[in-house]
C-alpha cells in the first residue's frame, strides 16, 4: 500500500540556521507533491508544491526538492525564525482521483 | 473573509448521542473533503463530495454520513457516538486545476470530545 514516512521526532533548530524536513514515499510514483504547514487548533495550509518533472521549486525561504528515483523529497527553511514552528505535512498525490495521501507531519521548533 | 468555516469549533457530547458538524466553502471549489486527525496527527479521509456527489467513501463506520445540499456545503451526521470517535475533524475543499494539481484548503477544524 502506498505509504509516507516523515520524522516523527520533533525537529529543533537554532534561529537563522536552515531547517530540513524529508519525506518518503514508498510503493507509488506520485505525479506531484504539496507541502502544507499546520499550527495548532488550525487547519493545514498550502505552502508548496511541486511536479514529477521538477527538481525543485522555491517561495522566498522555502525550498522544496524531489527525487523520484530516492522516493524522496525534502523540505528546507533557510534563515529559520522562530514564527516557523509548526507541524509540516508531505502530502503525494495518491493514484486514484486526486486524492492526496497525508503523512504524519514533523513538528519544528526553531529556538531563538 | 473565511473561505472554509466549520461549525461547531467545539462538541463535547456524551456516547450514544448523535450530533451534526457543518461546513461551507466560499472559494467557488467542485470538491469538498471530511477528514479525521487523531492524537497521533494522521489526517485520514473520511468522504470526498464533487458537486454534491460522493466520490470518496474511505472505511468509515456508517454511523457516519456526508450530506451535501449542494456544492458549497457538506456536513457531517455521526449516529450513536463513540469514546473512539473523539478526535478533531476538519473539512476541506479543492478545485483540481488544468495541470490535474489540486491544493486544499481546509478549515480550522471541529475537536470533538465523546464522554
Known amino acids: 500500500s502506498q505509504k509516507i514516512e516523515q520524522n516523527s521526532e520533533a525537529l529543533n533548530i537554532q534561529e537563522g540556521k536552515t531547517a530540513t524536513l524529508t519525506c518518503n514515499y514508498t510503493?507509488?510514483?506520485?505525479?506531484?507533491l504539496q507541502w502544507y504547514r499546520q499550527d495548532p487548533g488550525r487547519g493545514p495550509v498550502f505552502l508548496l508544491l511541486?511536479?514529477?518533472n521538477e527538481k525543485e521549486k522555491r517561495k522566498e525561504r522555502l525550498k522544496v526538492t524531489f527525487d523520484t528515483t530516492l522516493k524522496q523529497s525534502l523540505f528546507h527553511i533557510t534563515a529559520s525564525q522562530p514564527a516557523d514552528s509548526a507541524t509540516y505535512l508531505c502530502?503525494?498525490?495518491?493514484?486514484?482521483?486526486?486524492?492526496?495521501?497525508w503523512g504524519a507531519g514533523t513538528k519544528l521548533i526553531i529556538k531563538p | 473573509d473565511t473561505a472554509v468555516s466549520q461549525t461547531p469549533k467545539y462538541l463535547v457530547t456524551q456516547m450514544g448521542n448523535d450530533k451534526s458538524i457543518k461546513c461551507e466553502q466560499n472559494?467557488?471549489?467542485?470538491?469538498m473533503y471530511w477528514y479525521k486527525q487523531d492524537s497521533k496527527k494522521f489526517l485520514k479521509i473520511m468522504f470526498s463530495?464533487?458537486?454534491?456527489?460522493?466520490?470518496i467513501n474511505e472505511t468509515v463506520p456508517n454511523r457516519f454520513s456526508p450530506k451535501s445540499p449542494d456544492k458549497a456545503h457538506l456536513n457531517l451526521h455521526i449516529n450513536s457516538l463513540e469514546l473512539g470517535d473523539s478526535a478533531v475533524y476538519f473539512c476541506?475543499?479543492?478545485?483540481?486545476?488544468?495541470?490535474?494539481?489540486?491544493?486544499?484548503?481546509f478549515g480550522p477544524g471541529t475537536r470533538l470530545l465523546v464522554l
Open positions: 511541486i511536479r514529477e
Open positions: 502530502a503525494p498525490r495518491g493514484n486514484s482521483n486526486y486524492q492526496l495521501i
Open positions: 510503493n507509488y510514483s506520485p505525479a506531484y
Open positions: 476541506a475543499s479543492s478545485q483540481v486545476g488544468t495541470g490535474g494539481e489540486e491544493t486544499q484548503y
Open positions: 463530495y464533487n458537486n454534491k456527489e460522493l466520490i
Open positions: 472559494l467557488g471549489h467542485d470538491t
